[in-house]
């Protein structure tokens, strides 16, 4: 058995990656960190939660010795690093806790590695980042493995920051590390302060959509599961050192994503469009709101094979339904449900 460290199991992403590897992967031992802050629910594993080859390890990436127990106990031979604060606009508000748990969070897992690996053969630590380290894009052009990085909000920095640490450790200490920088994600159990699931349920509730400046800032949308796939494409066909830009050639307007998301769930409701879109609302923009991202994923594509199975329109259709039939997790994600829930289990620790 080959034991896996999943860090931010509990997120979006990473709860998707456990979804789709824990009963594809019957071979490895699925170890799911994580603190289970305000983005982490168990609720989203809880299709795996029984399965013989997890295990779910509450615990916190900044304490150092909780970090190093880890290892301790499960001594995992592959690392897949999802756990992050991930939302640009909290890292706005109060960037403290994006560099605690995005920079430190990442050494101190960097460092369990270095400690416990001392032989590298079979070992990966997998680092998952995102575009936005790149900076903004104006009209033209697409990031690539070559783009230089330049990151504009305290998120993003924190993400670079990371990103930088963990080359570093495979240039001087030979850990064998990949690194993914995926573009903007969407699907089920997206926690409902970005965009998509919180236009998808501000639609179906009559409430005003509130899009930032113009709604003409550019993101290149992937559903989450063809992101999973290309990050369990990676781990087993990725070279050591390198580094992978993930994207699905799919770059809309924020206009354009909340025009599609109104029309989708205007369907559902049976009513027109026209009286759904009426809620969108032009918002004061965010501070440093970057442009454009887009990504070019040739790499992915012609060495590891790796295509996008979504398009926009049937990842969204989706999304939207998932979001109108799961209205308990909502509702639980809402009233702080699931807050009292981990309190009650976990003993009450988590941001
Ligand atoms: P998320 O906010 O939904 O989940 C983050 C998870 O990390 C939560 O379960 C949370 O409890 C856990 N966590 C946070 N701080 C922790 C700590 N100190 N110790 C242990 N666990 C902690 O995030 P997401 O959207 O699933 O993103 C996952 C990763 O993918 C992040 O590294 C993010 O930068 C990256 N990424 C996200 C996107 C996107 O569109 N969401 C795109 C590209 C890359
Ligand atoms: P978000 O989902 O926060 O992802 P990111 O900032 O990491 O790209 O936002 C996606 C885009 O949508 C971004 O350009 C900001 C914009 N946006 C709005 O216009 N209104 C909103 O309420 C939110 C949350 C985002």
């Known amino acids: 058995m080959t034991t896996v460290l999943v860090t931010g199991g509990c997120g979006f992403i990473g709860s998707a990656f456990l979804r789709m590897a824990v009963p594809q992967h019957p071979d490895w031992r699925f170890v799911n960190l994580d603190l289970l802050t305000y983005a982490g629910n168990p609720a989203n594993v809880a299709a795996v939660a029984g399965a013989p080859n997890y295990v779910f390890v509450r615990a916190d990436l900044c304490d150092e010795a909780a970090v190093r127990d880890v290892f301790e106990t499960h001594a995992p031979e592959i690392v897949v690093h999802f756990a992050a604060e991930s939302h640009v606009d909290r890292s706005i508000v109060g960037p403290r806790r994006f560099l605690e748990t995005n920079v430190t969070g990442t050494f101190n897992l960097l460092e369990a590695c270095r400690a416990a690996w001392r032989d590298p053969a079979g070992k990966v630590f997998h680092h998952i980042s995102t575009d936005e380290v790149f900076g903004a894009l104006g009209k033209e052009g697409r990031f690539d493995e070559r783009t230089p990085y330049r990151p504009n909000s305290p998120y993003s920095a924190s993400k670079a920051a990371s990103d930088h640490i963990v080359r570093a450790y495979h240039h001087t200490y030979g850990l064998p590390v990949k690194i993914t920088n995926c573009s903007n994600n969407y699907g089920p159990y997206q926690f409902p302060e970005k965009l998509i699931p919180l236009m998808i349920l501000n639609a179906l509730e009559d409430k005003p959509l509130p899009v930032y400046g113009r709604g003409e800032n550019v993101r ?124 009650t289990n976990y003993g009450g620790r988590g941001a």
């Open 220 to 343: 290149d949308w992937l559903y989450v599961d063809d992101h999973c796939r290309a990050i369990l494409r990676v781990l087993r066909d990725g070279k050591v050192g390198e580094t992978y830009l993930i994207g699905g050639r799919c770059e809309k307007t924020n206009l354009e994503v909340v025009g599609a998301i109104c029309d989708a769930v205007a369907e559902i409701r049976g009513v027109e469009p026209a009286a759904v879109r009426r809620w969108i609302t032009f918002v004061q923009d965010r501070p440093g709101h970057d442009l454009r991202y887009a990504i070019d994923p040739s790499r992915i594509t012609t060495e590891l094979g790796w295509t996008p199975e979504e398009t926009f329109e049937t990842g969204l259709r989706r999304t939207v339904r998932w979001y109108v039939e799961n209205r308990a997790w909502v509702e639980q994600v809402r009233t702080g449900e699931y807050r009292r829930w981990i309190e």
